[in-house]
């Protein structure tokens, strides 16, 4: 079945390092991926997007990454900083489900240690 | 530029007792509208999306109904509540023209006693 999933449900970096934030999807007719930002409270923040005929994008020290070929999406942070601090959902929209319906992954939840 | 309002902020509420969440959204037209629901310290699960005025779409079978009674006006509702309805509530809205990205409003802690 389909599905969006985390390989690591926790990360923990030292502020100023790089963090690697990791997640798979099962459905190959997905075209288009999106990373949220979720602090404490609040609802989630959109990060950055990236759509299947791409496999890199950048943003303001945010980039991610798409492999198709494994169906991987990665989500890298530049010199981390304790904002950075929050959960991290990927996320996807399957085209064939008519483009109403994101499936969002369980999340991970990054720490940032200073 | 564009807003979105949801209140309350927070909400503790007896079983069996009705439920309103409103929300609404500024600075664009026909907007796709959503409420998501959250448990603590897990994913999104989509419970209704609507694409204009009085569409509802119902992603899982609930306790719950949605309305949109204007453009930009979304309520989330509940007659009786169950204990199982607390959660997190988040509104969303997303462009009509292909835009999918999601704009997320604070979101309602809700606890059912």
């Known amino acids: 079945g389909e599905s969006v999933g985390l390989h690591l449900p926790t990360l923990s970096v030292q502020e100023g390092d790089n963090s690697i934030i990791n997640c798979a999807y099962s459905?190959?007719?997905?075209?288009?991926f999106i990373w949220y930002k979720q602090e404490s409270g609040k609802g989630p923040q959109f990060i950055i997007d990236i759509r299947s005929n791409m496999d890199k994008r950048q943003g303001q020290r945010v980039t991610v990454l798409l492999n198709k070929t494994v169906k991987h999406l990665s989500l890298q942070i530049a010199a981390t900083q304790p904002g950075d601090s929050a959960v991290y959902f990927c996320a996807e929209r399957p085209a064939w489900r008519g483009g109403f319906k994101t499936i969002f992954g369980a999340g991970t939840r990054l720490f940032v240690k200073a | 530029s564009q807003t979105i309002h949801q209140w309350p902020a927070t909400l503790v509420q007896p079983v069996g007792s009705p439920l309103s969440l409103e929300c609404t959204v500024e600075?664009?037209?026909?907007?796709?509208l959503y409420w998501y629901r959250q448990a603590a310290g897990r994913g999104l699960q989509l419970l209704f999306y609507?694409?204009?005025?009085?569409?509802i779409s119902s992603e899982v079978p609930q306790n719950l109904s949605a309305s949109r009674p204007q453009d930009r006006q979304f309520i989330l509702s509940s007659k009786k509540l169950l204990l199982s309805d607390s959660g997190f509530y988040l509104c969303a809205w997303s462009t009509s023209g292909g835009d999918e990205k999601l704009f997320f409003g604070s979101g309602t802690q809700l606890s059912v006693l």
């Open positions: 459905n190959s007719a997905s075209d288009y």
């Open positions: 600075g664009t037209s026909n907007p796709n």
């Open positions: 609507s694409v204009g005025i009085g569409q």
